[in-house]
């Protein structure tokens, strides 16, 4: 069984900066391919970023260069730094095991943008 739990989400004002973390718990984090997700009020949950177990990287457009995820195997955990943050990033946002199967999801963290 793995366990996601988000944490680093707040309110922040337009411009601003927050670093999201994702504990995970079990032994297989290292191998894993992980993603970043959100879900705005009334909107699908869409995709924001990933991360492979080699590291490699892909983003949506709407955050490319202003987002970065990361990960460091030693502490289990998967990072998203976000910066020059609008307030149409505001949302839950969720980390997930994309790989191997099964999928996981964690609990998510809000993220506001507002002034």
């Known amino acids: 069984q793995v366990q996601l739990v988000e944490s680093g989400g707040g309110l922040v004002q337009p411009g601003g900066s927050l670093r999201l973390s994702c504990a995970a718990s079990?032994?297989?984090?290292?191998?894993?391919?992980m993603g970043w997700y959100r879900q705005a009020p009334g909107k699908q949950r869409e995709f924001v970023a990933r991360?492979?177990?080699?590291?490699?990287?892909n983003y949506a457009d709407s955050i490319k260069g202003r987002f970065t995820i990361s990960r460091n195997n030693d502490k289990n955990t998967l990072y998203l730094q976000m910066n020059s943050l609008k307030p149409e990033d505001t949302a839950v946002y969720y980390c997930k095991r994309n790989y191997p199967l099964p999928n996981y999801w964690g609990q998510g963290t809000q993220v506001t943008v507002s002034s």
């Open positions: 079990g032994s297989f984090f290292s191998i894993s391919d």
């Open positions: 991360i492979t177990s080699g590291g490699s990287t």
